[in-house]
């Protein structure tokens, strides 16, 4: 390049082509015609995505395995309040509370909580009063266990190892039973 030239070299990131030759190699390459492999290529990924996700729906669809333990139909425990349920193959029960909405577990408390309607809450005799994460409210005792539960085909099914933290006692002041003592 001359001494005082302000153009760059002919040679650079393109490569060793003049820049005229650099532009139109570049439209050379966009303008090469696909192969016959890109379509294949792309039907065959198709196909991979839609194998994987019959497999999915086949096998992941179904009742959850070991841990969980069956707890009977969920039918039996009214949607608008909650009941104790026993575990199929275990000598214990569990308390599941339909009246919020969802499906909440939980391990069986020392006391008979029921689920208040009007409060939105769990209430036991002594005024003793659990939110639905099962955080103490009102009264002495201590937060319930929370247990993981899934609904499967109308059947519910109860992980009966306490996995979940309990979470902590939260009293306050302002909460009381509005139900009958916990009825």
Do not use: N
Not at 26 to 32: A, F, G, P, S, T
Not at 119 to 128: D, K, N
Request: include cysteine; charge should be positive; hydrophobic fraction near 45%.
């Amino acid at each position: 390049m001359p001494e005082g030239s302000t153009e760059g070299p002919e040679y650079g990131p393109r490569g060793y082509l003049p820049d005229r030759a650099a532009r139109r190699a570049r439209k050379i390459v966009l303008r090469e015609p696909m192969g016959l492999h890109w379509p294949v290529a792309a039907a065959l990924a198709g196909l991979v995505v839609v194998a994987v996700g019959v497999v999915w729906l086949l096998l992941g669809t179904g009742a959850p395995g070991v841990p969980f333990v069956e707890a009977g139909e969920l039918a039996r425990v009214d949607p608008r309040g909650s009941a104790l349920v026993d575990l199929a193959g275990a000598e214990r029960r569990v308390l599941v509370v339909r009246g919020g909405g969802g499906v909440a577990v939980f391990e069986q408390p020392a006391v008979t909580a029921v689920w208040c309607p009007a409060s939105g809450r769990l209430e036991a005799t002594g005024g003793r009063i659990w939110d639905l994460e099962g955080r103490l409210l009102a009264g002495r005792g201590v937060s319930l266990q929370p247990l993981r539960g899934q609904v499967h085909d109308s059947t519910l099914y109860v992980d009966p190892r306490p996995t979940l933290p309990r979470p902590p006692a939260a009293p306050r002041a302002d909460v009381v039973p509005q139900c009958a003592d916990g009825a």
